[in-house]
């Protein structure tokens, strides 16, 4: 089996889709022939990207070979379908959620349509799953597979304790609650600092939330923090470096995903609540959308109902201050992730999926 994998998202590129797009090439091209056709830079030129993407993919599949083209997400539905239909290939699709969701009349009016010419649509979180079905794509086409991890963060929590707290410039005792991603409004990071963090700093005074990422929320943040006079209990980081996040991952106490629903916007699955817990940093997080297939309650973090503060502070508080119980429960959930989100099993599942296809599609 050769595949043809295109993507527009992969580095030098940074980002949640960046990275899954390499782990899931590097994973696959493990005793498989992969053939790599990618952008790693800004999607300003995506204009011109597209084009590019367009004539390499041709020059791979004229030169024959080519069993499957795998198209990395919804945006690029077009480009899967022409090739599809050019060089009489079966076409397979990833879709991650916004790229489903997104909201623009011209965008739902085409790239559904064309996802849902794909012969498979893998999907990230079955709550991707079910927005791609609500728009016509048969549910028979769909796979949910997850994301896998690549643990590359986990380090010693004693040395990461102690360097994080002078980097911020905190006491010893500081409890650090941490978020890290798009600093995007479905994050609810402005709708947890007006609203969980006046109360979980009286009750909790050492506690000080880190906040990590950028985005167009940034401002209303700021302005959040200062209405409320929480200048001492919330910092933002803004983009930090690899190596500084294995520290905050590490050395922080516990993570939070505070996440609200947002008409046409959705969490398709949480990376970093993965990337947390492999650190065994105990995740509270909003049970919505995909977030629940990356966290299972109980197992590797905790799930409330979004918008619903006095659980936030209850579960936060409960780490914060039995820290036998926190450090017992982040082992358990990096045991729990390791076990069932290794790439080596996620990749077995698509080339499963790979293999099925060709074997039962009838000739063109």
Sequence with gaps: MTLLFITRKFPPSTGGMENFARDLYESLRKGRDVRLVKWGGSNRYLPVVVPYLF???????ARGGIDIVHVQDGLLAPLGYVLSRMFRKPFTIVLHGLD???????????????VAKAD????????????????????AKTRVIPLGM?????????????ALRKELGLADDARVLLTVGRLVERKGVAWFIGTVMPQLSREQPSSIYVVVGSGSEEAAIKEMIANHQLQKHVTVLGEVAESRLRT??????????????????????????????????PVVAAGVEG????IIDGENGVLVASGD??????????FLTDRERAYAFGARSRTYTLAHFQWRTIARQYVAA?????????PL
Excluded at 100 to 114: A, D, E, F, G, W
Excluded at 309 to 318: K, L, S
Excluded at 354 to 362: E, G, N, Q, R, V
């Design 100 to 114: 489903v969701t997104y909201r623009s009349r011209l965008y739902q009016m085409i790239i559904p349509k064309l």
């Design 120 to 139: 498979i649509v893998f999907c990230i979180s079955q709550a991707t799953a079910d927005e791609a079905i609500k728009r016509g794509v048969a549910a």
């Design 309 to 318: 503060a006095q659980a936030f502070i209850a579960n936060i508080g409960t």
């Design 354 to 362: 790979y293999s099925a296809l060709i074997h039962l599609k009838p």
């Design 291 to 294: 977030i629940r297939d990356a």
């Design 248 to 281: 905050l991952y590490n050395g922080a106490d516990v993570f939070v995903q505070p996440n609200i629903v947002v008409p046409g916007d959705m969490e398709g699955f949480g990376r970093v609540l993965l990337e947390a817990s492999l650190c065994e940093l």
């Design 55 to 61: 004539f390499r993919a041709c020059w791979f599949l």
């Design 150 to 162: 690549t643990d590359e963060y986990h380090a010693a929590h004693q040395d990461a304790h102690i």
